[in-house]
């Protein structure tokens, strides 16, 4: 339900995640968010959209769903704000990969990715509360290409054991210990990191809302 009622003073940016990197790059786009985790079970709202549902689907209803989560907590506020949720998911061969979790699935994701191509799903939401009540809401996803090297298996046993690939979708990072083994992308990096600023700025536009507003919150 978008809203065309543009907000005129400051609106707080809530981030419905704790990504390091998400918060990282909000940061340094100027915007200082709150941080709400959703606490979202995605392994059982994924089962319950289906095998049916497309990748684009799953990653833009769990995005929405972290949202909806978070804007739950604030039902009582007074401030104005923008909730983000965000999800993201490799799509390699027709197939799904969000975070490994282990070192033999992180190292079976790498065998299939090393000098292939994957394409990074990232779904964004974006809900707009005011006095305590979703008053519009917004939701898409963006597609960025991927081109991966092929490590050698020192380098990757390295990577993998620092632990940084376990817990980030598709087993690496764009702005870490794995962007060493990423060749090239085609697409937005900043959705490679987690939250594509493209995206979002699209849909804080749909639900009213303006970057000079957010900005206005920045510490100085």
């Not at 100027?30 to 049916?52: C, F, K, M, N, Y």
């Not at 497309?54 to 907590?73: C, G, Y």
């Amino acid at each position: 339900m978008p809203s065309s009622e543009a907000a005129t003073g400051p609106v707080r940016l809530v981030l419905a995640s704790a990504s390091p990197a998400r918060l990282s790059v909000l940061r340094g786009a100027g915007v200082e968010p709150i941080v709400r985790v959703s606490g979202v079970d995605e392994d059982a709202l994924t089962s319950a959209l289906g095998p049916s549902a497309s990748p684009e689907t799953v990653v833009t209803e769990l995005a929405r769903a972290k949202a909806a989560a978070v804007a739950e907590t604030f039902s009582g506020s007074a401030d104005d704000l923008v909730i983000v949720g965000c999800d993201s998911m490799l799509s390699i061969g027709g197939e799904l990969h969000g975070k490994p979790h282990s070192v033999d699935v992180a190292r079976e994701r790498w065998q299939s990715m090393a000098g292939n191509s994957g394409e990074l799903l990232t779904g964004h939401a974006v809900l707009r509360v005011t006095g305590g009540l979703v008053v519009a809401q917004a939701a898409a996803h963006s597609s960025t290409t991927v081109h991966f090297a092929t490590p050698s298996t020192a380098d990757l046993e390295a990577y993998l054991a620092s632990g940084e690939p376990l817990l980030v979708a598709g087993a690496f990072t764009l702005d870490g210990l794995g962007g060493w083994f990423v060749d090239r992308i085609e697409g937005d990096p900043s959705s490679v990191v987690g939250i594509g600023l493209p995206l979002v700025r699209t849909l804080l536009t749909r639900v009213g809302t303006s970057l000079a507003a957010l900005w206005d919150q920045t510490p100085s």
